[in-house]
């Protein structure tokens, strides 16, 4: 019920930043949570960060917590991610994610098991 539509990936050198955007066609409700994953060729699909659309709490995984920013607009119906200090181990597909649960522990929102709807991902490449 719920499309996901992605943009913002690109090319960039080592320290530059771009920013993705994630619009969801449907609704969203307090219970809502998305985020970013993103994988890299001949590795497991690794989370980046998510956000709870009720509270505004975030989560991020360690390799970029210091250089990374997810926000959203609810009016919107639409999820950022802010990539600062972009390095070329960043290099991978980025996949946005939702869905609505009625309990979500923190270890949900870092694992792409508990996400039931995926956009079609976005190439971001870092040259060094």
């Known amino acids: 019920q719920v499309q996901l539509v992605e943009s913002g990936g690109g090319a960039v050198q080592a320290g530059g930043s771009l920013r993705l955007s994630c619009v969801a066609s449907?609704?969203?409700?307090?219970?809502?949570?998305m985020g970013w994953f993103r994988q890299a060729p001949g590795k497991e699909r690794e989370f980046v960060a998510a956000i709870r659309w009720s509270s505004d709490s975030t989560f991020y995984g360690d390799s970029v917590k210091d250089r990374f920013t997810i926000s959203r607009d609810n009016a919107k119906n639409t999820v950022y991610l802010q990539m600062n200090s972009l390095k070329p181990e960043d290099t991978a597909v980025y996949y946005c994610?939702?869905?609505?649960?009625?309990?979500?522990?923190?270890?949900?929102?870092?694992?792409?098991?508990?996400?039931?709807?995926w956009g079609q991902g976005t190439q971001v490449t870092v040259s060094s």
């Open positions: 994610a939702a869905d609505q649960k009625s309990r979500w522990f923190d270890y949900m929102m870092t694992m792409r098991n508990y996400y039931a709807y």
């Open positions: 449907g609704r969203t409700f307090s219970s809502t949570a």
